[in-house]
């Protein structure tokens, strides 16, 4: 992939990387990221798939990839990811394997597992500085099995294990864990978060990140029409949403120096974002729930003050 920033998304690769066919609900947000990506990465690559939505895109005979994929349990991906880069560069030691046919190791994994699962896997393998790729497609709970709460659940939000009723009216009373902040407590060589609206930042970082040996770890918000419920065709105007109300962040993170990618110049309410989605419809009806709805404004608002971007 060329060096040079992309300044529009007529500038992005023409390859497709990812074929169409797949298995992957209808405006599945993390497909589109995915597409992305792998336009980054190219075809030189081995997927090291966790459990989860996106291990239903390869389902034997078929595959939508043209590179090679690896399955592994939600709980072990970086570990499979450790053992695919020691056989690679044992091969290559041994002269059994040229250079020039290594691949980029990647792990593909959901919030279920990023968040939860396999949290203490990862944590080693950055602490190892496995030289490898992360994605992580989180659309906010285990949208697998039935959109079960996870770590990424956000508060306030509807999953099929924290139902709205009488005694909680709200939902989900936890928020949503700062995965960014963990894994950047490890100081990696390179980390961001990145939307499916936004392509160019999101090939921008891939660019800057292939320049580093290590972990190169990214965090896409990813949209999900079932689990959120709201009508497919609108996957990327509410993923650009949840950039412009403030509650997904851009930004990027080298060896531990973190810096904003985009800063919308207005940012919009929260409800904007809030009140699109089926999963949040219990804060507005049949009567408003005022505390929790100014609880999530000033959680994103305190974000942005502590980083003296919001006045």
């Not at 239903?56 to 595959?63: E, G, R």
């Not at 030691?93 to 896997?121: I, R």
């Not at 392509?199 to 320049?211: G, H, I, S, T």
Request: glycine fraction near 8%.
């Amino acid at each position: 992939m060329d060096s040079e920033n992309i300044r529009s998304i007529k500038e992005l690769p023409s390859e497709e990387n990812m074929q169409p066919g797949t298995a992957a609900c209808a405006g599945c947000g993390g497909l589109l990221t995915l597409r992305y990506c792998l336009k980054a990465l190219g075809e030189n690559i081995v997927i090291v798939n966790a459990a989860g939505c996106f291990t239903l895109l390869t389902i034997y005979p078929f595959s939508p990839f043209r590179n090679s994929w690896l399955y592994t349990a939600m709980a072990c991906a970086p570990a499979g990811a450790q053992g695919v880069r020691d056989a690679l560069d044992i091969l290559i030691k041994k002269g059994k394997l040229d250079p020039e046919e290594n691949l980029k190791v990647v792990v593909l994994a959901g919030d279920g597992s990023a968040y939860d699962m396999a949290l203490s896997s990862t944590s080693g393998a950055i602490y190892r500085n496995l030289d490898f790729y992360y994605i992580c497609y989180d659309n906010e709970a285990y949208g697998n099995t039935g959109f079960q709460h996870s770590g990424a659940s956000p508060f306030g939000s509807r999953t099929g294990t924290t139902p709205p009723g009488e005694k909680v009216p709200v939902g989900s009373q936890l928020q949503k864990k700062n995965l960014f902040d963990i894994w950047n407590s490890h100081k990696p060589p390179y980390l961001a978060t990145v939307s499916p609206a936004y392509p160019v930042d999101l090939m921008n970082k891939f660019k800057k990140a292939e320049q580093f040996k290590g972990p190169k770890l990214f965090i896409s918000h990813i949209p999900c029409p079932p689990g959120w419920g709201f009508d497919p065709s609108q996957s990327v105007k509410l993923a650009k949403l949840s950039v412009e109300t403030g509650l997904w962040p851009l930004k990027e993170s080298i060896h531990g120096e973190v810096e904003h990618t985009f800063v919308p110049k207005k940012f919009k309410p929260v409800e904007d974002y809030l009140k699109k989605q089926e999963r949040f419809s219990h804060l507005f009806k049949p009567e408003r729930q005022e505390e929790a709805l100014k609880s999530i404004q000033e959680m994103v608002d305190d974000y942005w003050r502590k980083n003296k971007l919001l006045p």
